[in-house]
T-cell receptor, first 116, second 116 residues
Framework: AQKITQTQPGMFVQEKEAVTLDCTYDTSDPSYGLFWYKQPSSGEMIFLIYQGSYDQQNATEGRYSLNFQKARKSANLVISASQLGDSAMYFCAMRVLNQAGTALIFGKGTTLSVSS | EPEVTQTPSHQVTQMGQEVILRCVPISNHLYFYWYRQILGQKVEFLVSFYNNEISEKSEIFDDQFSVERPDGSNFTLKIRSTKLEDSAMYFC??????????????FGEGSRLTVL
């Protein structure tokens, strides 16, 4: 069974600083994908970034990067130059990729608060 | 940009009533999902659907729940006899395929269900 763990219920950061949101995962399947989603107070789920288990390089998307450490089974999200609009709940998620329609399993989330 | 749309955005119902939540996935997507999020908690997988049948479901998805793709565009979640604990935000999601580089799910804005 797959499991995602986010141990930080809340994080606080000043505007323009970088912040790292932690995520560890557990799976016995060698082929999997790791995802980060942002959920602002309005409730929608916004896809941020994806990392495949066979990808050699860490994924980056603008100010978002994923610090993928396969041996440690961690997939931390790094947000550089935080903005007020980054204040939201952030979910780490994982799915196994070798079967049709497999579920995306989410962690409990981390609430990020960015202050000016 | 194509998006997943959900209706209604908010529904209030009496315990024991039937509820149908509707979703229009992105048109060329093949996999469809329902998730729920009880207020302040993590996003939980309910069911995935592919090729007009359920491909995976969680233990939450019991006999009270059913899904259907009645007309090739809509994807519905039915709760036959709602309980208080069914109160949650229900998210529909779709994905283009199950390949390694197409794993992300695209979520709708959610339907908030309140059971009184």
């Amino acid at each position: 069974a797959q499991k995602i763990t986010q141990t930080q219920p809340g994080m606080f950061v000043q505007e323009k600083e970088a912040v790292t949101l932690d995520c560890t995962y557990d799976t016995s399947d060698p082929s999997y994908g790791l995802f980060w989603y942002k959920q602002p107070s309005s409730g929608e789920m916004i896809f941020l970034i994806y990392q495949g288990s066979y990808d050699q390089q860490n994924a980056t998307e603008g100010r978002y990067s994923l610090n993928f450490q396969k041996a440690r089974k961690s997939a931390n999200l790094v947000i550089s130059a935080s903005q007020l609009g980054d204040s939201a709940m952030y979910f780490c998620a994982m799915r196994v990729l070798n079967q049709a329609g497999t579920a995306l399993i989410f962690g409990k989330g981390t609430t990020l608060s960015v202050s000016s | 940009e194509p998006e997943v749309t959900q209706t209604p955005s908010h529904q209030v119902t009496q315990m024991g009533q039937e509820v149908i939540l509707r979703c229009v996935p992105i048109s060329n997507h093949l996999y469809f999902y329902w998730y729920r999020q009880i207020l302040g908690q993590k996003v939980e997988f309910l069911v995935s659907f592919y090729n007009n049948e359920i491909s995976e479901k969680s233990e939450i998805f019991d006999d009270q729940f059913s899904v259907e793709r009645p007309d090739g565009s809509n994807f519905t979640l039915k709760i036959r006899s709602t309980k208080l604990e069914d109160s949650a935000m229900y998210f529909c999601a779709s994905s283009p395929g199950q390949g390694y580089y197409h794993g992300e799910l695209f979520f709708g804005e959610g339907s908030r269900l309140t059971v009184l």
